[in-house]
């Protein structure tokens, strides 16, 4: 059992991850050069900042941001879940 909750956990972060390369990859194709965002850096925050600017109305921003620590609280309530008999 613990298998699959791992598995889910798995895909989940990888949408995470997908989100946040989503935010990131808009903003660089709208930006000029010296603006961009650097791909091996996270940041978050500012890229957020900016995608939000850019696209007032979209909530990927918020998706990509707030999914991390969905993600966290899952895993969490996984390994607290794994303590208990079923």
Known sequence: MLIHEFGAFI???VITNVASFAVKMQVNSTVPREEQFSWWNWYTS??????R??????SLPYVARYSYW???LLFAAM??????PK
């Not at 600017?53 to 979209?58: D, K, N, T």
Request: glycine share 12%.
């Open 11 to 13: 895909v989940f972060a």
């Open 46 to 51: 500012e890229v957020g900042k900016k995608h």
């Open 53 to 58: 600017e850019l696209f007032p109305g979209s």
């Open 70 to 72: 969905i993600c966290l």
């Open 79 to 84: 390994i607290l879940g794994s303590f208990y």
